[in-house]
């Protein structure tokens, strides 16, 4: 006998990507950070270096005048229409590229050693709590903790996500995954250490009015300054903080959090809760799920990615499809050996 369970696909369709990759031959020594810092303001495109070669998907017109006002010289290429076969790493990566730009703008944040790994940091309150009531699921959850009051432990959502190509076809993977963050202060921060800055203060200004970076870097330096960038009604200290590349960064005080790990998570006598969130049994993985996609995809079953200007360069089908997975309780029987 066997029983037959519902589950779902987290694998979904790409049903439109960039067709055609422009090229330019870099013939001076540059490297691919120097590239990346020439185009970083470069609007409408997006591209990827490749042993002298700059793919772009855009007009490449607009990387054309970046290189010439830098003294670069270049050559332009035929260009070439996108052969999975022989493109896929370099569209992959593209597409990659564009995915960070989207999910950024929704709100999430990645990590600087694993770009593929993102979780909710910044989504508005009445989104939050929109896809809550609809879902019974919140973006971002506090827990109280039993050892430690005071402490603020907060749950952020995320995934991990990966493209992959199976035959002619291109699928979006998405695999959930939590991130469990403490909220800290300039006095606890300590050189070498990797905060990330998150607010979980209710605001009428949080989302896309709150000029707030989406930011996770190990630090060298954090002091408090009397920079006041004024964007946040809130703010009752400003922090400046140095990363280990030198990059500069004003944010209010009270968005500083570090990311917890299970000892520390033991200490607080919340190992047991963080596992129910992080360990999701069946039905939560899907409200989870539903709730993610609703929000990436604004309610609608496609998912929408500018590439290179194109509003609709990356489209994903992420309508949940169920499959039928037979279950067989017994088949461990047919190995024992009499």
């Not at 999975?84 to 929704?106: D, G, N, P, T």
């Not at 432990?153 to 695999?175: A, C, M, N, P, W």
């Amino acid at each position: 006998m066997s029983e037959r369970n519902l589950r779902y696909l987290t694998r979904f369709s790409i049903i439109e990507y960039p067709k055609v990759l422009h090229r330019l031959r870099v013939s001076d020594p540059v490297t691919y950070i120097q590239i990346c810092n020439i185009l970083k303001n470069c609007r409408n495109i997006t591209f990827h270096y490749h042993e002298k070669i700059i793919y772009i998907v855009g007009d490449p017109e607009v990387v054309m005048e970046k290189l010439k006002a830098n003294g670069i010289s270049f050559s332009r290429e035929e260009s070439v229409e996108v052969d999975l076969e022989k493109h896929f790493e370099i569209l992959r990566i593209i597409l990659y590229k564009a995915i960070r730009s989207f999910i950024k703008h929704k709100g999430f944040v990645w990590r600087p050693d694993k770009q593929t790994s993102a979780f909710v940091s910044h989504i508005a309150d009445d989104e939050q709590n929109s896809v809550g009531q609809m879902y019974g699921v919140y973006m971002v959850r506090r827990l109280t903790p039993a050892t430690s009051f005071g402490t603020e432990f907060y749950i952020h959502e995320g995934f991990d996500y990966t493209i992959e190509k199976v035959g002619e076809s291109l699928f979006l993977t998405l695999r959930l995954k939590v991130t469990p963050l403490v909220k800290t202060n300039l006095g606890q921060v300590r050189p070498m250490m990797k905060l990330i800055t998150a607010c979980h203060r209710e605001c009428e200004l949080k989302g896309l009015l709150c000029p707030l970076p989406l930011w996770k870097s190990t630090i060298t330096s954090a002091e408090v300054t009397s920079t006041n960038p004024g964007w946040c009604p809130y703010a009752q200290a400003w922090a400046k903080l140095i990363d280990i590349k030198g990059k500069e960064l004003i944010t209010p005080a009270h968005t500083l959090n570090i990311e917890s790990n299970p000892h520390h998570i033991r200490a607080l006598g919340l190992y047991r809760e963080f596992r129910k969130f992080s360990l999701k049994n069946d039905p939560f993985k899907i409200k989870t799920l539903k709730a993610l996609l609703s929000y990436l995809a604004s309610g609608r079953e496609e998912l929408w990615i500018r590439v290179g200007g194109n509003i609709g360069g990356l489209k994903v089908d992420v309508a949940l499809k169920e499959v039928k997975v037979e279950v067989f309780p017994d088949a461990w029987q047919a190995y024992i050996v009499a």
